[in-house]
């Protein structure tokens, strides 16, 4: 049976990458939200794999996710939403975090505003730096591959390194650990795909300073639904 070029990538990317690298995600993310964080909102958590790998390792957690297409195979509990709006109250979760999906996101300094309001204390973020002319082109190919069989947003929006740094600043964000070292790829893939380009950061909350999201805010949705 002709799988054609997308299910032939598909295919590869299940084989050599995925297991792998959510092994080293999940490894990662484990590590990075504290112990004194029990609940956790996946935002775009696709198939839910990276959050079965976490609670392997921590059994202390509950992980629930959101997407803008909920697969029906997920792991894990899904509900959709519209890429903007978290359909949650505020501080409804210890932690909250995104794996590769600020650089897929419209606004991307709004979404993870988002975050800080449904978050009571920690923000977990792996994305990557779109640094330099050739950086953003195989990025944008990694994207491409191993999203291929699925719906995902084909924006995108690579932040070189200064302009993560201020945004966290500007939204009151501490970064308490960071990591750019992640082993995501197997040898020879890492040479190319790994390098300097992928990132994990935990932000910590000032919750003096970043205020909850209210009817007086006009980004605030008055149709939006409590967990």
């Known amino acids: 049976m002709k799988l054609g070029v997308s299910g032939a990538i598909t295919r590869l990317h299940h084989l050599f990458v995925r297991n792998g690298r959510a092994d080293a995600l999940s490894h990662h993310l484990a590590e990075l939200i504290p112990s004194d964080a029990a609940s956790v909102l996946d935002i775009g958590c696709g198939d839910g794999l990276i959050d079965q790998a976490i609670k392997a390792r921590r059994a202390d957690l509950t992980i629930e996710g959101i997407d803008l297409f909920p697969r029906p195979e997920a792991l894990i509990p899904v509900r959709p939403f519209d890429g903007q709006v978290i359909p949650y109250a505020d501080k409804t ?8 999906v600020l650089h897929h996101a419209a606004n991307a300094a709004s979404l993870l505003r988002e975050a800080t309001r449904v978050a009571r204390k920690y923000v977990v973020i792996k994305d990557v730096y779109g640094d330099g002319l050739v950086g953003p082109l195989i990025l944008r190919f990694m994207d491409l591959v191993g999203n291929a069989g699925h719906s995902f947003a084909w924006t995108v929006d690579y932040w070189p390194r200064l302009r993560w740094q201020q ?5 009151q964000l501490a970064v308490t650990e960071n990591r750019d ?19 994990m950061a935990r932000l910590t909350l000032n919750q003096q300073t970043i205020p909850a999201r209210g009817a007086q805010d006009p980004g605030y949705s008055a149709g939006r639904q409590t967990g």
């Open 167 to 171: 945004t966290f600043s500007d939204l």
């Open 93 to 100: 979760f210890d932690a909250v975090m995104l794996v590769d």
């Open 181 to 199: 070292q992640l082993g995501l790829y197997p040898v020879p893939a890492s040479w190319l795909f790994e390098r300097s380009y992928h990132f």
